[in-house]
């Protein structure tokens, strides 16, 4: 199976910065996209960023100018810079990715165990 771990989370203060990784392991033919969720307490889980093989890259509106989603070529390792960071960026940020785990089988979506980014004074 397939495994995303996800780390990086710490308390920063606001207008601080901090880089997310996620890193997947196990069975895999082919990653076709990654990308990053956020939920914060009482929220729907929300796109923060994505990232697909073919190098297009989304953004939420809340984020653009200040986080950059990033990702080595096969996307098996994606990071996701924070900078000038706000209080409601608090949230567990989760890793997903659509991964095909064996040539004949078809692409499955994975989450990581969530890692904390709290901005606070």
């Known amino acids: 199976q397939v495994q995303l771990v996800e780390s990086g989370g710490a308390l920063v203060q606001p207008g601080g910065s901090l880089r997310l990784s996620c890193a997947a392991s196990?069975?895999?033919?082919?990653?076709?996209?990654m990308a990053w969720y956020r939920q914060a307490p009482g929220k729907q889980r929300e796109l923060v960023a994505s990232?697909?093989?073919?190098?297009?890259?989304t953004y939420a509106d809340s984020v653009k100018g200040r986080f950059t989603v990033s990702g080595d070529n096969a996307l098996k390792t994606v990071y996701l810079s924070m900078n000038s960071l706000k209080p409601e960026d608090t949230a567990v940020y989760y890793c997903?990715?659509?991964?095909?785990?064996?040539?004949?089988?078809?692409?499955?979506?994975?989450w990581g165990q969530g890692t904390q980014v709290t901005v606070s004074s």
């Open positions: 196990g069975i895999i033919f082919n990653v076709y996209a």
């Open positions: 997903n990715a659509d991964v095909q785990a064996r040539r004949w089988e078809p692409r499955s979506d994975y």
């Open positions: 990232i697909i093989r073919d190098g297009r890259i």
